[in-house]
C-alpha cells in the first residue's frame, strides 16, 4: 500500500462569491460568468478553500497587488491544497521577490529579445508545417493534440538544446505539476525531481562538450557578485523555461483556433487582411488569456478597499482583469481589431512574462501558417472540446473537420 495519502476530492461550489474554486468542474468549462458574478460582488473575494485563498476581480486589484511586492510574495506561485515548505530556487525568478528576483530575470532577457526570435521565426515556421503535414490529408483532427501542443514543446526544446522528440515526456510533466499537483503534492514532487534529473544529464554533457543553447548560456552566467550560478538555479530557471514556455502558449493558440473555427466571421477577415493578425493575436490574448498566477499574503494590507490578511493565498487572475469592463468597452467581445489593448495576459508589475516576444512570434506564426493552409474549418460536432483545469487555462481537445469534410 502506498503511504502517500490520497488527495481529497473538492465538493461542488454552490457559492461563487464566499467558496470559488478555480479547479470546479464548471470554472473550469465557462469561467467567464463565474469573473463577472464575482466581479459584480466585491473587488476582492475570499474562499476557505485551499487553506485560505484571495481572489481580485478587477484590472484595478490585480495590477494593485501584482505591483505590491512588500505585502505580497512570489514564493508560491500556484494555489494548492497543501503549503509545504518553499524550495529555495524553485523557478527563479519568477518565485524570486526583491532583491533576489531583479538580476535572476535581468539574466534572462537576452535570449528573448525581439531579435533573438527572428532568428527562431523560420524554425518556428517549419515546425507548424511539418505538423500540418501530418493531418491536412485526413479532412479532420484534433488541433490540441495535434498542432498547437507541439509548437511551443518543439521550440523550447529547441532552444534548451533538447531533443524535440522528447516532447511528450514534458507534456507530462507540466500536467503532473500544473495540473494534477493542485491536489496531489505526490505527483508534483515526482515531476520535480524527474525534470531536474533529465535536466542534470544534459548539464553533464555540456561540461565536456558545450553547446550554443539556452542550457551552456545558464551554466555560463554568473551571479551579481560574478560567481557561476548555483546548480538550483540552473535547475530551477530550466524547469521554470519548460513550464511556463510549453503549456501558456499551447493554450493560447488552441484558444485562438477554437475561436476562429466558431467565428467565421474573424477568420476570413483574417485570411483577407493577414496584416491584421500581430493586433488580433492581441485581443486573442485578451480575451483567452490562459494564464492565472498566485502570491502569498506576507503582510496584512488593503485592496480597493478590501483588507486582506497574512497566511492566505491570492489567486492572481490575469484573465478576470481582461475581462473587466472599467478597463476594456465590450470586454466581452473579441475585437479582432482592437486598437487600445493594455492587456494583462502577460502579468503585470516585475514579473512580467520574460518569455513574451517568444509566446508573441509563436501565436502569430501558428496562426499564420494554419490559415494559409487550412483556411476553412470548424468544430467537428461529433467530438467534444475539453479545457484544462487550474493554473493554466486551454484547450485540451479541440476536435475540427478540415476543408472539404466540413
Given at each position: 500500500?502506498?503511504?502517500?495519502?490520497?488527495?481529497?476530492?473538492?465538493?461542488?461550489?454552490?457559492?461563487?462569491?464566499?467558496?470559488?474554486?478555480?479547479?470546479?468542474?464548471?470554472?473550469?468549462?465557462?469561467?467567464?460568468?463565474?469573473?463577472?458574478?464575482?466581479?459584480?460582488?466585491?473587488?476582492?473575494?475570499?474562499?476557505?478553500?485551499?487553506?485560505?485563498?484571495?481572489?481580485?476581480?478587477?484590472?484595478?486589484?490585480?495590477?494593485?497587488?501584482?505591483?505590491?511586492?512588500?505585502?505580497?510574495?512570489?514564493?508560491?506561485?500556484?494555489?494548492?491544497?497543501?503549503?509545504?515548505?518553499?524550495?529555495?530556487?524553485?523557478?527563479?525568478?519568477?518565485?524570486?521577490?526583491?532583491?533576489?528576483?531583479?538580476?535572476?530575470?535581468?539574466?534572462?532577457?537576452?535570449?528573448?529579445?525581439?531579435?533573438?526570435m527572428k532568428k527562431l521565426e523560420p524554425r518556428m515556421r517549419a515546425i507548424c508545417n511539418e505538423?500540418?503535414?501530418?493531418?491536412?490529408?485526413?479532412?479532420?483532427?484534433?488541433?490540441?493534440?495535434?498542432?498547437?501542443?507541439?509548437?511551443?514543446?518543439?521550440?523550447?526544446?529547441?532552444?534548451?538544446?533538447?531533443?524535440?522528440?522528447?516532447?511528450?515526456?514534458?507534456?507530462?510533466?507540466?500536467?503532473?505539476?500544473?495540473?494534477?499537483?493542485?491536489?496531489?503534492?505526490?505527483?508534483?514532487?515526482?515531476?520535480?525531481?524527474?525534470?531536474?534529473?533529465?535536466?542534470?544529464?544534459?548539464?553533464?554533457?555540456?561540461?565536456?562538450?558545450?553547446?550554443?543553447?539556452?542550457?551552456?548560456?545558464?551554466?555560463?552566467?554568473?551571479?551579481?557578485?560574478?560567481?557561476?550560478?548555483?546548480?538550483?538555479h540552473v535547475l530551477g530557471s530550466l524547469r521554470l523555461l519548460l513550464i511556463a514556455g510549453i503549456?501558456?502558449?499551447?493554450?493560447?493558440?488552441?484558444?485562438?483556433?477554437?475561436?476562429?473555427?466558431?467565428?467565421?466571421?474573424?477568420?476570413?477577415?483574417?485570411?483577407?487582411?493577414?496584416?491584421?493578425?500581430?493586433?488580433?493575436?492581441?485581443?486573442?490574448?485578451?480575451?483567452?488569456?490562459?494564464?492565472?498566477?498566485?502570491?502569498?499574503?506576507?503582510?496584512?494590507?488593503?485592496?480597493?478597499?478590501?483588507?486582506?490578511?497574512?497566511?492566505?493565498?491570492?489567486?492572481?487572475?490575469?484573465?478576470?482583469?481582461?475581462?473587466?469592463?472599467?478597463?476594456?468597452?465590450?470586454?466581452?467581445?473579441?475585437?479582432?481589431?482592437?486598437?487600445?489593448?493594455?492587456?494583462?495576459?502577460?502579468?503585470?508589475?516585475?514579473?512580467?512574462?520574460?518569455?513574451?516576444?517568444?509566446?508573441?512570434?509563436?501565436?502569430?506564426?501558428?496562426?499564420?501558417?494554419?490559415?494559409?493552409?487550412?483556411?476553412?474549418?470548424?468544430?467537428?460536432?461529433?467530438?467534444?472540446?475539453?479545457?484544462?483545469?487550474?493554473?493554466?487555462?486551454?484547450?485540451?481537445?479541440?476536435?475540427?473537420?478540415?476543408?472539404?469534410?466540413?
Amino acid at each position: 500500500m502506498s503511504d502517500v495519502s490520497q488527495p481529497a476530492a473538492h465538493p461542488p461550489v454552490t457559492d461563487w462569491v464566499h467558496d470559488f474554486d478555480h479547479t470546479d468542474p464548471q470554472w473550469t468549462e465557462d469561467p467567464f460568468p463565474i469573473w463577472e458574478e464575482l466581479r459584480a460582488a466585491s473587488p476582492v473575494v475570499h474562499t476557505e478553500r485551499f487553506l485560505g485563498c484571495y481572489m481580485p476581480t478587477t484590472y484595478e486589484a490585480v495590477r494593485e497587488i501584482a505591483n505590491d511586492s512588500e505585502h505580497f510574495s512570489s514564493r508560491r506561485i500556484i494555489v494548492r491544497d497543501v503549503r509545504p515548505e518553499v524550495a529555495r530556487n524553485a523557478a527563479p525568478p519568477i518565485t524570486s521577490d526583491p532583491p533576489v528576483h531583479k538580476p535572476a530575470k535581468q539574466l534572462l532577457l537576452p535570449p528573448f529579445t525581439p531579435d533573438a526570435m527572428k532568428k527562431l521565426e523560420p524554425r518556428m515556421r517549419a515546425i507548424c508545417n511539418e505538423l500540418i503535414d501530418g493531418f491536412i490529408a485526413d479532412g479532420k483532427v484534433d488541433a490540441a493534440a495535434r498542432y498547437s501542443k507541439y509548437i511551443p514543446v518543439q521550440a523550447i526544446a529547441h532552444m534548451l538544446g533538447i531533443p524535440e522528440g522528447d516532447s511528450d515526456l514534458f507534456i507530462n510533466w507540466i500536467h503532473m505539476i500544473l495540473e494534477l499537483g493542485i491536489k496531489d503534492e505526490s505527483k508534483l514532487l515526482q515531476a520535480v525531481q524527474e525534470m531536474s534529473a533529465y535536466f542534470r544529464t544534459h548539464i553533464e554533457e555540456r561540461r565536456t562538450k558545450p553547446t550554443d543553447d539556452l542550457i551552456s548560456y545558464l551554466m555560463n552566467a554568473k551571479d551579481k557578485e560574478g560567481n557561476p550560478l548555483e546548480e538550483s538555479h540552473v535547475l530551477g530557471s530550466l524547469r521554470l523555461l519548460l513550464i511556463a514556455g510549453i503549456d501558456t502558449t499551447w493554450s493560447a493558440i488552441g484558444s485562438s483556433l477554437w475561436h476562429l473555427a466558431k467565428t467565421p466571421a474573424d477568420r476570413e477577415r483574417l485570411i483577407a487582411e493577414p496584416g491584421l493578425i500581430p493586433t488580433a493575436v492581441e485581443e486573442l490574448l485578451r480575451a483567452y488569456s490562459p494564464v492565472t498566477m498566485a502570491r502569498e499574503v506576507v503582510k496584512e494590507t488593503t485592496i480597493s478597499g478590501c483588507p486582506v490578511k497574512a497566511g492566505n493565498m491570492v489567486l492572481l487572475s490575469f484573465p478576470a482583469a481582461n475581462r473587466d469592463p472599467r478597463m476594456f468597452p465590450d470586454a466581452d467581445k473579441v475585437v479582432i481589431d482592437r486598437r487600445e489593448n493594455r492587456h494583462a495576459a502577460f502579468g503585470l508589475g516585475i514579473h512580467r512574462c520574460v518569455g513574451s516576444n517568444l509566446a508573441r512570434m509563436e501565436m502569430q506564426v501558428a496562426l499564420e501558417e494554419w490559415l494559409k493552409r487550412i483556411p476553412n474549418f470548424a468544430l467537428d460536432p461529433a467530438g467534444t472540446v475539453t479545457w484544462s483545469q487550474g493554473t493554466v487555462r486551454g484547450p485540451r481537445q479541440l476536435p475540427f473537420l478540415l476543408g472539404k469534410a466540413m
